[in-house]
Every structure is written in structure tokens, then in C-alpha cells.
T-cell receptor
Framework: AQSVTQLDSQVPVFEEAPVELRCNYSSSVSVYLFWYVQYPNQGLQLLLKYLSGSTLVKGINGFEAEFNKSQTSFHLRKPSVHISDTAEYFC???????????FGAGTRLFVKA | DAEITQSPRHKITETGRQVTLACHQTWNHNNMFWYRQDLGHGLRLIHYSYGVHDTNKGEVSDGYSVSRSNTEDLPLTLESAASSQTSVYFCATQSGRGDLNTGELFFGEGSRLTVL
């Protein structure tokens, strides 16, 4: 079965520290990979996406992610977080055959002063 | 700017009542989706549509229905609301047009439904 696993449900971190949010997926077919961010009481918005080409992709707000095909991972990183990065982050996989998307359970990032 | 409008944003209803959540988009996207968001589960797909008069069941479709009579709207109906359907519901769209479709989803602000 196709699935997306976010390895951490909550990640507390101090302001200006680096952070990595981990995501693994299972798939035997071509996929597009995404990270979405959800701020409180809002819908999800796209943070970054991997479609093809360079395995390191950069997104908004200083976030980046690296696609690792052999490990079927797409971990999200930021070298220095801000209080305003406190939100829930979702890893998602879209299967190119049918364009349905499967989401991970989400990771709550808490940035502390 | 193009947008996705969900209504109502908040609703409280009673068990057994029929409820319809509206979703209207001005992106002119072919693909539309309904998800529910519950703690610990992320987003789970309820129903989706790839165009007018096309509807498909997602992984948690029991107790829900949709219809697509035009490009802009995909209302979600709970035929007989149950407490287990208390959740936050998100409508999303996707281009669906050949090379323009990168799979990216565009989301509405969500509708919070409480079933008492």
C-alpha cells in the first residue's frame, strides 16, 4: 500500500536553531513530492515541491528539502528557525498516474524563544 | 486573485441531520478534492472529481456524497450526520490540465463541523 510517514509528530526547537522534519514514503511508481504548511486556523499552503531534476529543492521562508530516491525520503530542513515558523507541516506524495495525493500525519513545529 | 471559498466556516449540527458544505473555486481547475483533517491522521481523502459530472470515492467516503454540475463547485453532503464526522473539512483544487498539472493542491480555509 502507498503511504507517507512523518517520523516526528512534534518537534520543539529554540529560535535560530536548525531543524529537520523527516518524511518517508512508499511507492513503486513515479511520484511528485510536496511539503505544505498550515498556520493556525488556516488552510494548507505550498512550502516547496519536487517534480524532477535537482534533488535539492528550495521553498519559501528559507526552507529546503532533499529528495533521496534510494531511501524514499524527502526531509525538510531550515538552518535557522524563527518564532513565526511555528505551524504544522505536512509531507505529501502525488502519484503521477492519477494525481491523487496522500498526506502524512503532520509534524507540529514549536519554535521557542 | 483566484481563490477557493468554503462555507460555512463553522457549523454545529445534530446527529441525523443532513449537512452540506459548499466549495466554490475561481481557479478554473478541473480537479477538486474534499479532505477531512483529524488529529493524528493528517488529511484523508473523502471524495474527488476530475471534471464536470465525474465523482470518485476516496479512502473515507462512507456517509458522504458529492456532485459536480459545473467546474466551479463541489458541494459535500453528509446525508445523516454522525458524531464521528466531527472534523475540519478542506476543499482543494488541482489544475488537471496536462503539463500544467504538477500535482500541486490549492486549499480553501476549511469548514469546522461539530456534530452533537
Amino acid at each position: 500500500a502507498q503511504s507517507v510517514t512523518q517520523l516526528d509528530s512534534q518537534v520543539p526547537v529554540f529560535e535560530e536553531a536548525p531543524v529537520e522534519l523527516r518524511c518517508n514514503y512508499s511507492s513503486s511508481v513515479s511520484v511528485y513530492l510536496f511539503w505544505y504548511v498550515q498556520y493556525p486556523n488556516q488552510g494548507l499552503q505550498l512550502l516547496l515541491k519536487y517534480l524532477s531534476g535537482s534533488t535539492l529543492v528550495k521553498g519559501i521562508n528559507g526552507f529546503e528539502a532533499e529528495f533521496n530516491k534510494s531511501q524514499t525520503s524527502f526531509h525538510l530542513r531550515k538552518p535557522s528557525v524563527h518564532i513565526s515558523d511555528t505551524a504544522e507541516y505536512f509531507c505529501a506524495v502525488t502519484y503521477t498516474g492519477g494525481f491523487k495525493t496522500i498526506f502524512g500525519a503532520g509534524t507540529r513545529l514549536f519554535v521557542k524563544a | 486573485d483566484a481563490e477557493i471559498t468554503q462555507s460555512p466556516r463553522h457549523k454545529i449540527t445534530e446527529t441525523g441531520r443532513q449537512v452540506t458544505l459548499a466549495c466554490h473555486q475561481t481557479w478554473n481547475h478541473n480537479n477538486m478534492f474534499w479532505y477531512r483533517q483529524d488529529l493524528g491522521h493528517g488529511l484523508r481523502l473523502i471524495h474527488y472529481s476530475y471534471g464536470v459530472h465525474d465523482t470518485n470515492k476516496g479512502e473515507v467516503s462512507d456517509g458522504y456524497s458529492v456532485s459536480r454540475s459545473n467546474t466551479e463547485d463541489l458541494p459535500l453532503t453528509l446525508e445523516s450526520a454522525a458524531s464521528s464526522q466531527t472534523s475540519v473539512y478542506f476543499c482543494a483544487t488541482q489544475s488537471g490540465r496536462g503539463d500544467l498539472n504538477t500535482g500541486e493542491l490549492f486549499f480553501g480555509e476549511g469548514s469546522r463541523l461539530t456534530v452533537l
